[in-house]
């Protein structure tokens, strides 16, 4: 039965994000709006729904923490890891000029939650401020999103087809994903994997698995605007919705370990995508492999 879930789970993954890519494309064509866009806001909030949950349920159980490490294990897994493969899979080549100020968001939220960490609490004004950068991010990016592109995906279905796809495929995803970790990590047991292995493994990557799916079939489909979008629109969302939203909920208060140890992990990622995108137009496969490599080196040394 293990087996059949875990089956059954990576199926979900794909059709759940085949949907999403399909249904995603056609919303920012009706709309006008560059697949990019749609891929840092529907597609990569929308593929943070595990991260919000859990983070959400650990605020509420009194346990703030956990959310702070599943946030960052999950920007640097998103980063090092699920852009990695996609480029290895498919180059993500992009202009520059349509990554610059996403990526920036990307760096200004990755400093603005590392200097709340320093003093080890992450206030409910801190989540205000957070809650606020988002606004200010997604006022921007919809403010400057507009593109002549011609309604022709899907032909002449309605647009409630296209958001029909996105959201069911959102969904299909999440339970995919739940499917994928809970029998993964029955079957890692079953193999006599220690807890710690499957932690640091399985479950780490899990909540990460939404955004994998999503960038692959879109690195597949040459929807590379997407691919990168969903990433740094998740690593965005990540930190100024979910621990703006867990730290309004119960404010935080986090071990010394996240400013000293994990916030530079955190940084070397988005610092090193920003890098290798300016430097190389994009992602090509040998940066691929120098970000798979790095996340190698990130979980053999924690």
């Known amino acids: 039965m293990t087996y059949l879930l875990f089956a059954l789970g990576l199926v979900a993954l794909f059709f759940g994000g085949e949907a999403l890519v399909r249904g995603a494309t056609a919303i920012a064509r009706h709309f006008r709006l560059s697949p990019m866009v749609i891929g840092l806001t529907i597609v990569g909030f929308g593929t943070s729904a595990p991260e919000m949950l859990v983070s959400v349920q650990a605020a509420l159980a009194g346990q703030p923490a956990i959310a702070i490490g599943n946030v960052l294990g999950s920007n640097i897994a998103n980063i090092l890891l699920i852009l990695g493969i996609s480029a290895v899979v498919a180059p993500l080549i992009i202009p520059v000029k349509k990554l610059w100020r996403d990526l920036g968001f990307m760096l200004l939220a990755t400093a603005t939650i590392w200097i709340m960490l320093l003093d080890g609490n992450v206030t409910r004004l801190d989540g205000l401020l957070l809650i606020a950068g988002l606004i200010v991010f997604l006022v921007t990016a919809f ?86 979008g969903n990433i740094v629109g998740s690593n965005i969302f990540n930190i100024f919705g979910i621990l703006g939203t867990t730290a309004l909920i119960h404010p935080i208060v986090a071990d010394p370990r996240f400013a000293s140890i994990d916030m530079i992990w955190v940084t070397i990622a988005a610092v090193g995508l920003s890098v290798l995108a300016f430097v190389l137009g994009g992602l090509p496969r040998i940066a691929g492999i120098v970000l798979m490599a790095t996340y190698a080196g990130y979980v053999a040394l924690i």
């Open 143 to 228: 403010m400057t999103s507009k593109v002549e592109t011609p309604d022709v995906e899907l032909g002449d279905s309605p647009q409630w087809k296209a958001w029909a796809m996105t959201l069911g495929g959102l969904v299909v995803l999440v339970i995919g994903a739940r499917l994928l970790v809970d029998s993964a990590t029955e079957l890692a047991r079953a193999f006599g994997i220690s807890e710690a292995v499957i932690g640091l493994t399985i479950v780490a990557v899990g909540t990460s698995l939404p955004e994998l799916a999503t960038s692959l079939i879109a690195a597949i489909r040459k929807q590379t605007e997407i691919a990168v």
